[in-house]
């Protein structure tokens, strides 16, 4: 019999593992990533281990000792290269594997900046362990960072950085930091919570090319055609999901691999979960790409289920959180095509929360340092909306 196969050993692919075994899959299991670690979170990388707080070690979802106990295979630093969706068999370097049943657990990975000078030394993204690694050291030595990018990451890594004592400037293309995911109210908190740590925040900020030097970076340049000068430079403009070696075996993609709402691709015994995943979502009417570990860790068992005959309908009420400074922020729902705000409590308190509302129904809310107001939010969210504090 052929193992279980998984491609991809993050927080999807290990909770995927996990799963089979808990469920009571006794047969093989391999786990394929391309990175040289085994599993483990990526959440701390913008935040404690950036800050230097956590080890390496302390990233990992499981110790290796846990994986052994499992029998499950993780097999870190190999890459993927091609599905035969007919024979079912993967290619890797020097041979190949055949599966039963594959999930393809690939994450996503950080846009690229097309621009003049991105490939220049000290032109940064993060997605991963050695992006930090590679990035620590520069941040350790002090200077000027310019941050390309105002949405989570960028902010994240911009608190950290200030806390160490950097000169630290975002550059936002669009009107307000955040503006993709949250309201004017939030976008104005977070805005105040840095410029009053001392981060310069320039939006509506197209940029122009990088400048450098004997091969590193020197500064950022501006549409309007001032330099900004930098030491380094964070490169956070989103993300791109990792379908395309789903796309080259005809698998449907449409950014993301498309799956449906039990997990299963358009191939046979072929299942995906986490951020490379566009499912659809019942709650919100429309299909998705969620980028959060909520989504990873769900979905994942969700796909455990339906590759062993179990009955599955996934759709979620999406939640996420970002830490800045000492301020949490948590996200329930999503907030788009809303057409009304409301506002609970009060900003200038740090802690409060913003309701987002269509048709008297409750699309998400932003909770600032409310906890409680989140747990309720998970809970609400799709039903009639009733304020948190009634
Ligand atoms: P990943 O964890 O990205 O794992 C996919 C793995 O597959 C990767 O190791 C990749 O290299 C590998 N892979 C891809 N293609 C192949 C191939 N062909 N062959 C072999 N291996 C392959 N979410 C939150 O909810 N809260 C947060 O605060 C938060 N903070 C974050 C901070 C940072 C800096 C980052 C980068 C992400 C953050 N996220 C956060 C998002 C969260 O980490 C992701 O949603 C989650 O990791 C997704 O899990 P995944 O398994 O789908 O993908």
Known sequence: MEPIVIVGAGQAGAQAAQSLRQLGYDGDLVVLGDE????????????KYLAGDMSAEHLLLRPPAFWEKERVDIRPGVHVQSIDVVAKRIQIAGGSLGYAKLLLATGTRARPLHIEGAALVGVLSLRTIADVDRLRPVVARGGRIVIIGGGYIGLEVAAVARSLGLDVTILEATARILGRVVSPEVSAFFTDLHQGHGVRIRTATPIARLEGRDGHVTGVTLGSGETIPADLVLVAIGALPNDTIAAAASIHCQDGIVVDATTRCNAPDIFAAGDCTRFPSALYGRSIRLESVQNAVDQAKAAATAMLGGSVQYDPVPWFWSDQFDIKLQIAGLSQDHDRVIVDGNP???????AYIRNDTLLAVDAINRPRDHMLARRGVGKPYTPPSS
């Open 36 to 47: 040289g670690f085994a599993p483990y979170q990526r959440p701390p990388l913008s935040k």
């Open 348 to 354: 200038a308190d740090r802690t409060f929360s913003v």
